[in-house]
């Protein structure tokens, strides 16, 4: 778990922002209580077949009703933020129109929770779960879901801009389009070569009518998250240099170059061919507006090839000295340092957080009580991932990044989607049985390298 190099080179900038992240449709369960409209993925999860096991969100971690008790938690892990995204259709049964008070009243009281603990809370406006009532008008595939999302974004800045100083439009578009529009194992599950660059657009489209709209309403900050996965050769032949040109291009450049630089990368037209449409000027001049900060979600790399794959043409090389955790991903820390030089050098200096980072490593299904009676959970891998790419996020920083914060994916184990619950990423164990949660061993240690500022690592 040491480091080679001095505890006190790992200090990090004043002010670093220490946190935690999670998502509505993930932790909260009661995804209809109080007025609430279905989203996208109360639909999906109840369709057979959608998820593992048939998992859906109808309980997850119980924090609709919990959350007060969460917010304790995280005051006693010592969190300094908390990172959690709004579900629209609480908010907007039917995507539009007609506001449900309740809803927004349950937003409200966990943000004056988490200011009253000394917890600076970043909101997530869209993770994932648009309203169904607006997939059933299209959905992304809509080019009105723009004015649909800044709408909804305004009825928030209007409700909680002040107590929530950054913001953020989306999270990871990459995911929301490659899931759920090409190859379909996420909401709303579509397969589609054509819709899915429809839908990648539109999102842009839709966080640049919300960055807009802020502008006109909201003080403080907004950003957008993107997961970036770097990319390495396989060999040093040509036909693997052009297939990580593509896969970097589709996974990486296709969300940051139009929201910073209006533009798409080349190789786009290339991996969809006719199925590219030719967007007009305005829709980028929409798309890219000044943003505040950049959140990154990192969690792995991947060694690529040029294979014969839909529609990239690339292939994943798994590497036999590598560690891999439950999810197939490789822990590659140096990946992140790569990644944040990456942005800085192509973006320019943007200020950027850390949005997500984690591991999904196997725990029990039930914490036992150790030789003291107190439950606890021994979790040295995932201790061991976080303690790497934190430092890996240290190098960045000495490389002359402006990385301002890191929320690790996740507090709470919880629902991973179509995975269901067998993927466990948080620091805090939970029971699902009895809803119970237990700090893991590296939620323990997290709270000391928040308490220290990094010099515990
Ligand atoms: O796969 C782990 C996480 N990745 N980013 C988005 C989150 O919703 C996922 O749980």
Redesign the pocket.
């Given at each position: 778990m040491t480091d080679s190099r001095n505890a006190a080179d790992r200090t990090f900038p004043n002010g670093f922002l220490w946190g935690a992240a999670t998502?509505a449709h993930?932790i909260e369960g009661s995804p209809m209580a109080d007025g609430a409209g279905p989203s996208i993925w109360t639909r999906f999860a109840h369709t057979p077949g959608m998820t593992l096991n048939g998992d859906t969100g109808d309980v997850a971690c119980d924090h609709y009703r919990r959350w007060k008790e969460d917010v304790k938690l995280m005051k006693e892990l010592g969190l300094q933020a908390y990172r959690f995204s709004v579900s629209w259709s609480r908010i907007l049964p039917e995507g539009t129109g007609r506001v449900n008070q309740a809803g927004l009243d349950f937003y409200s009281r966990l943000v004056d929770e988490l200011l009253a603990n000394g917890i600076e809370p970043l909101l997530t406006l869209y993770?994932?779960d648009m309203p169904a009532a607006l997939d059933d008008r299209g959905g992304w595939l809509n080019r009105d879901c723009a004015d649909w999302f800044a709408e909804y974004g305004q009825v928030m800045y209007r409700a909680l801009d002040g107590r929530v100083k950054k913001w953020v439009t989306l999270?990871?578009p990459w995911?929301i389009t490659d899931g759920g529009y090409l190859h379909g194992a996420l909401a709303p599950g579509h397969r589609s070569r054509f819709e899915a660059p429809i839908a990648s657009h539109n999102l842009m489209r839709a966080h640049g009518a919300a960055v807009q709209a802020y502008r006109a309403e909201g003080k403080h900050e907004i950003g957008l998250v993107v997961?970036i996965e770097p990319k390495y050769a396989a060999t040093d032949s040509a036909e693997d240099a052009a297939a990580v040109k593509r896969a970097h291009a589709y996974m990486n450049e296709q969300y940051l170059d139009p929201a910073l630089l209006g533009t798409y990368p080349p190789e786009l037209r290339e991996i969809f061919g006719e199925a590219w449409p030719e967007w007009p000027q305005a829709d980028f001049d929409l798309i890219k507006q000044k943003l505040d900060f950049i959140g990154v979600?990192y969690?792995t790399r991947s060694v690529t090839k040029d294979a014969v794959s839909y529609p990239l043409n690339t292939g994943v090389v798994r590497q036999p000295s590598g560690t891999y955790t439950e999810?197939g991903w490789e822990v590659f820390p140096q990946g992140l340092t790569d990644t944040l030089t990456w942005v800085k050098d192509r973006y320019g200096d943007i200020p950027m957080y850390i949005t997500?980072n984690?591991a999904?490593f196997f725990d029990p299904p039930v914490a036992e009580p150790d030789s003291t009676g107190q439950r606890r959970v021994r979790d040295p891998l995932r201790m061991d991932y976080l303690q790497k790419h934190i430092g890996a996020i240290h190098d960045a920083i000495q490389a002359g990044c402006d990385i301002r914060g890191y929320m690790v994916?996740?507090l709470l184990d919880?629902l991973?989607?179509s995975l269901g619950y067998s993927?466990r990423?948080g620091v805090v164990h939970v029971n699902y049985a009895t809803q119970d949660r237990t700090p893991k061993d590296s939620a323990r240690w997290y709270s000391k390298v928040i308490a220290s500022n990094g010099k515990f690592l």
């Open positions: 998502a993930q993770h994932w999270n990871e995911v997961n979600n969690y999810t997500e984690g999904a994916w996740s919880n991973e989607w993927k990423f």
